[in-house]
């Protein structure tokens, strides 16, 4: 069992930067790949960037890359989102979520967290 916890999220203006945090208990954290999902209101969840349990592997979504960065450290069993050059369409709840592989679907994913906001004014 991992239960994950979302912070870092808030309001912020266009072309700034956020990092989210996801802190994840349980034993079984560096066994698992970890990915970070968004949901805007009136919106499907959607994928924003992965991580392998290694840190070796990434994946990201086109609508982030270059700007969005996903990083792990497995010994404070934390994964991060640093977000620069953020856009009001970043606005959403973020979420992350752990996998037995850096996948981009969904429903891959087993565990997940509640969920931060993240809200970038223009």
């Known amino acids: 069992q991992v239960q994950l916890v979302e912070s870092g999220g808030g309001l912020v203006q266009a072309g700034d930067s956020l990092r989210l945090s996801c802190s994840a208990s349980g034993r079984t954290f560096s066994r698992n790949a970890m990915g970070w999902f968004r949901q805007a209101p009136g919106k499907e969840r959607e994928f924003v960037a992965a991580?392998?349990?290694?840190?070796?592997?990434?994946v990201y979504a086109d609508s982030v890359k270059g700007r969005f960065t996903i990083s792990r450290d497995n010994a404070k069993n934390t994964v991060y989102l640093r977000m620069n050059s953020l856009k009001p369409e970043d606005t959403a709840v973020y979420y992350c979520?752990?996998?037995?592989?850096?996948?981009?679907?969904?429903?891959?994913?087993?565990?997940w967290g509640q969920g931060t906001q993240v809200t970038v004014s223009s």
């Open positions: 991580i392998s349990w290694s840190g070796h592997n990434t």
């Open positions: 979520a752990a996998s037995s592989l850096p996948t981009t679907t969904s429903s891959s994913y087993y565990y």
